[in-house]
């Protein structure tokens, strides 16, 4: 006599479950052994604090609708500012290398945008790059009065500063001298990421984003699924799309830890007015010397990205950064370095310069 059918039915439901156990087992370890090889290869910037802030704590800076801004500093406070502003899920810890370097020289100014690292959620729920304009005219207020400063922006730290340049274009040529745009676009994100394929990726992603924009309950307990249960998958994932063949483990760690502790609204909100943004017509209003830097192995804004805004900015010169991907300034930090240097020399005044290194000289 046959076996019931019922328990064919269960027995192969069991097949299937352990099967799939099976195989999500072997791709936890796999994930696992392929983290593991990584962060066991040589890592020359295993001993640098990456986590460091900036000393001068200038407090919490309260942006047009009530948002608080964690900003911090570090030089001379009458030497020329550097304004630095972090890219989507980081902080601004992502500038440690330059804030370290350049303030012997410079007032090197650094704030977390809104709903990311030490500073508040928009208490309106407004996570628009128009929003992150007004949010830097806030720090330039507060930190920059009068100016000379050079704006330097990463990912959407770089939209950030083209929103500001349409809200404000008045800045430009008076308190702010010059701008630096690292691996970021104006327009055609997911075009440019994806090519052909971009359309068709922005039609799921919005359908996604319409989704949890409504629901970020959902979101959140998405995201600390992925915290308890996905670090080795979220670390390869962050190497694969932010970083160049040699990366540092010690650089993947950290943006993985950051990016993880995103709230969901930054997630949802923000990276669905990223997908969505044309800032086209700002970049025509940065009427200051500009400089493009973009990383040769940047998957997320492209060389061809790179290419648009050099040629729309009125005033602009672009330099590809060898073996970087998309935290270029991070992963080959001292070129990067190099290259902002050298821009620094040109765009700011030399009288302010003289004075700057006799303050340095008496510090």
């Known amino acids: 006599m046959g076996e019931p059918k019922r328990s064919r039915t269960l027995r192969a439901v069991a097949w299937g479950a352990g099967t799939a156990a099976a195989v999500l087992a072997a791709g936890v370890a796999a994930e696992r052994l392929a983290v593991r090889r990584i962060r066991t290869r040589h890592d020359p910037e295993a001993d640098e604090p990456l986590g ?26 009458d030497a020329p500012a550097l304004v630095f502003v972090h890219g989507i899920t980081l902080d601004l810890t992502t500038w440690y290398y330059q804030w370290r370097t350049f303030s012997d020289r410079y007032r090197c100014v650094l704030y977390d945008q809104r709903a990311h690292g030490g500073s508040s959620r ?6 628009t790059l128009s929003a992150m304009g007004h949010d830097l005219r806030a720090v330039l207020d507060a930190a920059v009065p009068e100016g000379p400063a ?18 404000y274009p008045e800045e430009f040529g008076t308190r702010v001298v010059g701008v630096v745009l690292a691996d970021t676009a104006a327009s ?13 990726v922005g039609r799921g992603l919005r359908r996604l984003g319409a989704r949890y924009r409504s629901r970020v309950d959902a979101a959140e307990r998405l995201q600390g699924a992925v915290r308890r249960f996905g670090v080795d998958l979220s670390y390869l994932v962050a190497r694969a799309t932010n970083f160049g063949p040699d990366a540092s483990p010690s650089h993947i760690d950290h943006v993985t830890r950051i990016s993880m502790a995103a709230p969901a609204e930054v997630w949802v909100h923000t990276l669905q007015d990223v997908f969505e943004m044309d800032l086209r017509s700002a970049v025509e209003r940065v009427s200051v010397p500009a400089l493009v830097v973009v990383g040769d192995r940047d998957l997320v804004t492209p060389k061809t990205s790179a290419q648009a805004l050099r040629s729309a900015l009125p005033d602009a010169r672009a330099v590809v950064i060898t073996r970087a991907g998309h935290l270029s300034m991070m992963e080959q930090h001292e070129r990067f370095n190099e290259v902002l ?4 020399a040109e765009v700011l005044p030399p009288a302010r310069r003289s004075r700057r290194r006799r303050a340095s000289t008496r510090t």
């Open 122 to 127: 928009p208490p309106d729920g407004d996570y």
């Open 341 to 344: 240097d050298g821009f620094l």
């Open 150 to 167: 050079v704006l330097v922006g990463h990912s959407l730290g770089g939209m950030a500063i083209l929103a500001f340049a349409k809200e």
């Open 188 to 200: 055609d994100v997911l075009r440019e990421a994806f090519g052909a394929l971009g359309a068709t």
């Open 52 to 77: 460091s802030l900036p000393p001068d704590d200038l407090g919490d800076v309260r942006s047009f609708d009530g948002t608080n801004l964690r900003v911090r500093a570090a030089g001379p406070p």
